[in-house]
């Protein structure tokens, strides 16, 4: 048994260690939105999905540092989760009464750019990269860390090294794009 | 391209040029064939690092689910479904003290006018979910903190009677209350 972790603590865990705050919160609150699921014309696949899609959107919303919960963490989990549910059952034309059994707020959900032809070939080529450049550029640019903290997390004496490597790293990949 | 150029247009990209950058920077695109396609190439190569980045994550959360499977708190809803909601204030509220929270006597019905100070508390109480999450989580939570455990515990062994506090949050609970009311009506004859 852990004790519970306050809402900041949250917060700045899916920032500093995201794997330790995605189990806090799946322990926390993962029978909740399987309860909000299954009661909403899903089943526990379904719950499964949604639960994943709301922990990747929290740890996007968390990694921008004006990001600040204005209600708890459970009421927080619980919007994104019906969100995320509630489109889906409209992507599919389900039409349903919605059933509620918590407060929430509307959080907008953010829109993933569609994987185009262009991004399959950038996939393709990320793939080739070193996995020491993999890890710096997804630290970077996915998820927006400093370059202090990746030099930490990578290993490099300092932040201008973890950042020189960057560089490198994203030059290998834009020339195997070809010609761009 | 150099350094310098990449870093300018991750800023341009992240939305962290000031105006000023901003139309220079937007100026040099318009004339600078070779600046714009660079531009161009960048922002696909970051939109699919992205992207990459993304899969990868949630590759780790399916993980983390996997392994926190046997271990999951236990679930009550805090409300029922559909229309009850809010309409806490047209049901039944009962408050007086509970736990050490102090509130003024209030007696239900749908007309009452429920004093705009208790009304704060409550939907604070409701919203803060220290108020009524599920008994396995709650005790360290924020305060208020009157746990639905305790609810459930007032309503059931105790009769409701001024100076008691029940606070009814959801529709099971609402009925559950009405049954027990209606038992103790019939067990003390009107008078």
């Not at chain 2, 926190?68 to 805090?78: E, F, G």
Request: glycine residues 6%; aromatic residues 8%.
């Amino acid at each position: 048994m852990s004790t519970p972790l306050t809402e900041d603590q949250i917060v700045s865990l899916l920032r500093t260690d995201h794997r330790l705050a995605f189990g806090h919160l799946y322990r926390g609150y993962f029978r909740m939105v399987e309860y909000f699921v299954t009661k909403n014309s899903g089943n526990g696949h379904d719950a499964e999905d949604v639960f994943q899609e709301t922990m990747l959107a929290m740890f996007d919303k968390a990694r921008d540092e004006g990001f600040a919960l204005t209600c708890t963490i459970k009421t927080f989990v619980y919007s994104v989760a019906r969100n995320i549910w509630l489109k889906k059952l409209r992507d599919n034309r389900v039409k349903v009464s919605v059933k509620d059994f918590e407060n929430y707020n509307n959080i907008p959900l953010e829109e993933e750019a569609p994987e185009s032809d262009k991004q399959d070939q950038v996939k393709t080529a990320i793939e080739q990269l070193g996995e020491g450049c993999r890890k710096i550029l997804v630290l970077f640019y996915y998820q927006k860390k400093k370059m202090e903290e990746i030099a930490a997390e990578l290993g490099y004496t300092n932040a201008d090294n973890a950042k020189n490597q960057k560089y490198k790293c994203l030059q290998q990949l834009k020339s195997k794009l070809g010609n761009g | 391209m150099d350094d310098n150029n990449s870093i300018l247009i991750d800023k341009y990209l992240s939305n962290q040029l000031t105006a000023e950058e901003l139309l220079q920077f937007e100026k040099r695109m318009q004339d600078d064939a070779a600046f714009k396609a660079e531009v161009e190439l960048h922002k696909d190569v970051v939109g699919g690092i992205s992207n990459y980045g993304r899969n990868l994550m949630r590759a780790e959360i399916a993980a983390t689910g996997i392994a926190a499977k046997s271990n999951l708190d236990n679930y009550k809803p805090s409300k029922g479904g559909g229309s009850w909601g809010w309409t806490l204030l047209k049901g039944v509220i009962f408050l007086a003290a509970l736990g050490g929270v102090g509130f003024p006597l209030l007696v239900h019905n749908d007309k009452i006018e429920v004093d705009p100070h208790i009304k704060s508390e409550i939907e604070q109480m409701i919203k803060s979910e220290g108020g009524f999450s599920n008994p396995s989580t709650a005790p360290s939570q924020q305060q208020p903190t009157i746990r639905m455990e305790t609810i459930y515990h007032t309503i059931k062994t105790k009769s409701v009677k001024a100076g008691d506090t029940v606070i009814i949050t959801s529709e099971e609970e609402y009925k559950e209350y009405l049954e027990r009311q209606e038992k103790e009506t019939k067990a003390a004859p009107a008078q």
